[in-house]
């Protein structure tokens, strides 16, 4: 990694720890000049506007989230599809306890209203992401038996996401345990149904 780069990642470094504390939206040329050490001027060099900042940085959030979800889960002792899926779930709970506030890509979310908004849509590529991975995976365990074949794979994601949403509302409220024994519950629940070898 050249010194360029190597600025470059400790800038987005910086810019993360304050849009998952603070909020993508209030996070500013001024507020990152002053955590990073850098000058305004600096950094639009790099970056040019505050709208090109959160891009970056949410593309950045992107790449960790790769990093810390996905990538230990590929490259894990092989399972069951079912087994992979609990693995994933579990590092998609670790991810959000990692910030100090609340997942960035939850608090950076708003109704799609305006479709010149380049922030929202590379915040809606980075989640389509992870969504089209769990259908995937879903998919897989439907082709290998593990799954009922004729589960709507897409209704299997948005049924796992919700399970995850409403726990990241309990744990906000105190209403979740430690141990996100809800969530799991949830997750239990849906899997029960999915099986292939109770539907026989």
Known sequence: MNKKQATREHILQTAFELASTDGLDSLTIGQLAKASGMSKSGLFAHFNSKENLQIAVLEYAGQLFAERVIQPARQAVPMGIEKKLRFLLCLWLEWNQSFQGSCMFLDAWKERGDDDNAVQAAL?????RWLDYLHRQIERAKAEGEFVSTLDSWQCVYRLYGVYLSSHLFRSM???TA???????GIDDLF???RADRNE
Do not use: I, N, Y
């Not at 809606?124 to 389509?128: D, E, K, P, S």
């Not at 141990?179 to 519950?185: A, D, G, K, N, V």
């Open 124 to 128: 809606t590529q980075v989640t389509r």
């Open 174 to 176: 105190g209403l979740e």
């Open 179 to 185: 141990e996100h024994l809800r969530f799991w519950q």
């Open 192 to 194: 029960v149904q999915w």
